[in-house]
């Protein structure tokens, strides 16, 4: 969390740097770009704050973590293989998640209703403490397989996650995710099927087999 405050005291670029995103398990592309920069103004102007009213802020949203604890842990660290990690994600990303939920444009009657009960301020809140969590990156299961992973992360994911797969307001964050849900999330794609899609995703996933996706998903559940 010393991290995360720190960091409030640069602004978040404005600048679009991916084009991705994942998330509950779908890729799908980057969001209307007002829409983005609407949330950005609002965390920037927290940043511009004093620390005990950012403080005040991440207390706000633990409280309203709670709610999500049972499935995506106290701290936003999954208790599931196929549930996301939600910590350390960048904080637009996850308003613009959230606001997705509540608004239908994401389907899933149990999460809709969750944050259809939580207010504006709530949301934030909760957006900004997952992104003040540190993700712990997975221990290595096979070296081989993660090596493989890691060439072809650099080859087709590293343009838009970047190079420490950290995300930006766009993009997920991928490192120390759950390997189950990038696995479930790859074949999703590789596959067309599940709710949401994205030409892109899918395209990159048609090239991949299942010794792939398993080695990328070995690669970036252990990276920090």
Same mark, same amino acid.
């Not at 759950?178 to 949401?196: H, I, P, W």
């Given at each position: 969390?010393t ?13 679009a ?27 920037n ?5 004093a ?7 991440l ?22 293989g ?63 397989q993660?090596?493989? &992973? ?16 950290? &995300? ?15 696995v ?10 599940g ?30």
């Amino acid at each position: 969390m010393t991290t995360f405050i720190k960091s409030l005291a640069r602004p978040i670029s404005v600048a679009a740097i991916g084009v991705f995103l994942i998330s509950g398990g779908k890729v799908q592309a980057a969001p209307g770009g007002d829409e983005v920069v609407a949330y950005e103004r609002r965390v920037n102007e927290i940043q511009a704050s004093a620390p005990g009213v950012i403080q005040k802020k991440l207390q706000v949203g633990k409280k309203a973590a709670f709610f999500c604890a049972n499935c995506h842990g106290d701290v936003g660290l999954s208790k599931m293989g196929h549930v996301p990690n939600l910590a350390g994600q960048n904080p637009v990303y996850l308003m613009m998640q959230i606001q997705k939920f509540a608004d239908g444009r994401r389907k899933d009657d149990f999460m809709s209703g969750l944050i259809k009960a939580l207010k504006d301020e709530d949301r934030l809140g909760m957006a900004l403490f997952y992104a003040s969590q540190a993700v712990p990156p997975g221990e290595v299961g096979n070296a081989r397989q993660a090596q493989r &992973g890691r060439a072809l992360y650099m080859r087709a994911c590293i343009g838009c996650h970047g190079a420490s797969a950290h &995300g930006n307001r766009n993009v997920a964050r991928l490192a120390g995710q759950q390997s189950e849900y990038l696995v479930a999330s790859l074949t999703n794609y590789r596959k067309r099927t599940g709710q949401r899609t994205d030409p892109s995703m899918t395209s990159v996933a048609a090239n991949l087999n299942d010794e792939q996706i398993a080695a990328l998903a070995e690669y970036l559940t252990t990276l920090p």
